[in-house]
């Protein structure tokens, strides 16, 4: 059905630029997007004058190292970048057609600096370990001409830290690998909210560790046996925290994500003649605590929220065969979830069938 006030207009430009520097590679990235245009609403309550815009600007830039080891020499790879981005979301609702409050007339800038060292070593024929560290500053500055109090600045700087060992080995003459990891990422924001007409300030430091350890086994030439145990750890986005000024409230209450899971799979690869294929079955068990959900409220807005604690079970079957110049893609999921006392988790079919024939000329 046509919508009023659905009209919009964007514009994007990306331009890359690579250049051999040296002893490595110099790659340089510029990513620019604007999109103006109305607010619909919902259908059954239909907005017909707020509208929207944003802007948004990304740079990077990055070096690599890379050297193939000879004969007494480990292969060897070093990375490092840096990367910087801005966005500015314009809203204006005058005559207060969406939420709760008042009017909004609205421009939101954030803010992203992200900086990363890499390297990865291969210390033998059976051992391959990685190592890389992060910093990230995210900023946030509100601005509604129309607020009651305003708003400061919001801003959060975090450091991680991680690093990996893969070990290819034979177990009963049979290939084997282990691959452990482990990531430490501490935070520090200092955050500002409005409640009650009065502004809240949120001061807090978090300190998240996730570890997983997986391993493959080859039980024939073509098949493998895998499985992994993991646990996670996320801190809430900053659009999560602040929301998007209409639609999309913030919360900065909102707590880290935690999860552990385990999976266990199957996988085939097979050529015979013309027939190629490659075949995957997997089933995995997903907990998590405080998992982050948007609750829609009456007025059609999504507020992020914390549940206590959710369950996800699930199996997971994928294929590509190929016979000449026909193919065919597959893949399957069914999900059993829960979340709170008797119910399942919102967005999440419980079966999902992907199908794809196609021909190669």
């Known amino acids: 059905m046509r919508r009023k006030n659905a009209d919009f207009a964007q514009a994007h430009g990306l331009a890359s630029v690579s250049q051999t520097l040296g002893p490595g590679n110099l790659e340089l990235l510029l990513l620019g997007f604007e999109r103006a245009g109305g607010e619909p609403g919902s259908p059954a309550d239909p907005v017909l004058k707020a509208r929207r815009q944003e802007l948004r600007g990304l740079s990077g830039l990055s070096y690599t190292v890379e050297r193939r080891g000879g004969e007494g020499r480990p292969d060897l790879r070093l990375s490092a970048l840096g990367s910087f981005g801005m966005s500015r979301a314009r809203f204006s609702d005058l005559d207060a057609e969406i939420g709760t409050g008042g009017g909004a007339l609205t421009e939101n800038r954030s803010l992203r600096a992200f900086g990363r ?13 990685s190592a890389l560290a992060t910093l990230t500053y995210d900023g946030y500055s509100p601005q509604d001409a129309l607020a009651r ?5 919001s801003g959060r700087t975090s450091l991680a830290a991680g690093a990996e060992a893969e070990l290819h080995a034979k177990l009963l003459g049979r290939r084997f690998q282990l691959r452990p990891s482990l990531r430490v990422e501490h935070s520090a924001a200092n955050l500002h909210s409005e409640r009650f007409g009065a502004v809240v300030q949120t001061d807090n430091q978090s300190t998240l560790a996730t570890y997983r350890l997986g391993a493959a086994l080859e039980l024939l030439p073509d098949l493998t046996l895998s499985a992994s145990a993991s646990s996670g750890a996320r801190t809430p986005s900053m659009l999560e925290l ?7 409230r913030g919360n900065t209450a909102l707590r880290p994500e935690h999860s552990r899971s385990f999976d266990l799979g199957l996988s085939d690869v097979s050529c015979v003649g013309d027939f190629s294929g490659s075949f995957e079955l997997r089933v995995f068990d997903l907990a998590i605590e405080d998992q982050v959900l948007f609750v829609r409220n ?10 206590a604690s959710s369950h996800v079970r699930g199996l997971e079957a994928g294929a590509r065969a190929q016979l000449g110049a026909w193919f065919l893609n597959a893949a399957a999921t069914m999900l059993d979830t829960a979340g709170k006392p008797g119910k399942h988790l919102p967005n999440r079919p419980r079966a999902t069938f992907f199908v794809q024939p196609g021909f190669e000329a």
Not at 117 to 129: C, I, N, P, Y
């Open 298 to 307: 009456s007025f059609s807005q999504l507020l992020p929220l914390n549940l």
């Open 117 to 129: 060292v890499a390297a990865s070593v291969g210390l033998t024929r059976f051992l391959q370990t």
């Open 242 to 248: 602040f929301g998007d000024g209409a639609l999309l």
């Open 149 to 153: 109090v305003p708003m400061p600045d």
